[in-house]
């Protein structure tokens, strides 16, 4: 099985033959225009979380001449996520809280504002609000199960800073989306802006140190479990950061058995972090990594995947989870990113 699994509770059986839909929440993040947190290549930055999502929908990014790609050059992992939905034809929804640039394609839109800037604890002034236009929008979800994935660069910051608001111990534990994870300069910035924080309350948390995806993924997610719909948060430890802050605000779903968190094996395998360590600490939640077989790839910049370039992002692992648990092999991913890398990277 292309699928690890850890406290499986029966979770991949309910998502298995699901009608599910692929949801992804984008946003920007002041601070990383002036703090080199992010993984994503600085020149790119501001076009990726529309980049990957036009690329995700239509196949093309509309936003730049090529696919978003990491520090080191390395591609997206939109192109993973591409594959999954174009090869098992799943539907795809975009929401964008607040991108710097706005993606070419129709999305739904929960807030204009990029996030603001963490370092100094103004990282949003609604993050209740945002939950509550998740909650709407998880409560419209027509599809029978839901798989959320971000793009939101500077994200494993925000999820530094808010699973420490929080109370966790998550100092050494958080991934990143580059080889060399700025972990120093990360913690230097949630802990300036967490001084700032109102109160240890999750929503003053999010205010101050999260980022706009957040809120409403954790909506989303509320919502359609509440509706009896099994739902993958798709993503490493911002996504555990997400998980964090559905507990605070309603710890039933944590007790649904209908809600997993998905994503790569090189996220878990990561050991700048210890995202099995963050999920044990929230709750018994089941945890999925899928494997991809870039060690076997012919271009290096899937390959680069395997020491530690880009990881994650854009939903990839759990929307591959997803594919694996409803047939799709590694190997099909694989080969379909293969065969359209030069046509997405030759510009
Ligand atoms: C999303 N698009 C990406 C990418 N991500 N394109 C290239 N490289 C990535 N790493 P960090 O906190 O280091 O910025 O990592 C989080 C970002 O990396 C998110 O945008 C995530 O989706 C991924």
């Known amino acids: 099985m292309p699928i690890i699994s850890i406290n499986e509770n029966g979770f991949l059986d309910k998502l298995k033959g699901t009608n599910g839909l692929f949801s992804c929440v984008i946003s920007s993040i002041e601070t990383t225009k002036y703090v080199g947190i992010s993984g994503v290549n600085k ?30 050059g390395c591609p997206s992992p939109a192109t993973i996520t591409r594959a999954a939905v174009d090869i098992l034809k799943i539907p795809v929804m975009t929401v964008d809280a607040g991108s710097y640039i706005k993606p070419k394609i129709p999305y739904i839109s929960v807030d204009q504002r990029p996030t603001g800037d963490i370092q100094k604890g103004l990282g949003m002034d609604n993050s209740k609000e945002l939950l509550n236009l998740g909650k709407i929008i998880g409560n419209n979800n027509i599809y ?18 808010v699973l420490l608001g929080l109370g966790y111990d998550a100092r050494d534990k ?14 230097s910035v949630v802990e ?24 409403v993924v954790a909506g989303m997610a509320i919502s359609a479990v509440s509706k009896g719909k099994p739902v993958l948060l798709a993503g490493g430890t911002q996504m555990a950061s997400v998980l964090a802050a559905i507990k605070e605000i309603s710890p039933k779903i944590l007790k649904s058995g209908l809600l997993g968190i998905s994503t790569t094996e090189f996220v878990l395998n990561d050991k700048n972090a210890d995202l099995k360590d963050i999920i044990e600490q929230i709750g018994d939640i089941p945890l999925y990594a899928s494997k991809f077989g870039y060690e076997n790839s012919k271009i290096d910049g899937l390959k680069a995947y395997c020491n530690g370039s880009v990881k994650e992002g854009v939903g990839a692992g759990g929307i591959a989870t997803y594919c694996y648990s409803n047939g799709l092999n590694p190997k099909d991913i694989r080969e379909y990113v293969e065969k359209n890398y030069e046509i997405w990277y030759s510009k």
């Open 43 to 72: 020149s790119v930055i501001d076009y990726t979380p529309a980049a990957d999502m036009e690329l995700v929908t239509i196949g093309e990014s509309l936003s730049l001449n090529h696919p978003p790609i990491d520090a080191t």
């Open 144 to 161: 029978d199960s839901l798989v959320i994935g971000e793009s939101v660069p500077g994200g494993t910051t925000t999820a530094l800073g």
């Open 174 to 187: 958080i991934s990143s989306g580059s080889v060399e994870n700025p972990k120093d300069l990360k913690l």
């Open 192 to 215: 300036s802006g967490l001084k700032n924080s109102k109160s240890k309350d999750v929503f003053d948390v999010l205010n101050a140190v999260g980022d706009k995806m957040m809120p």
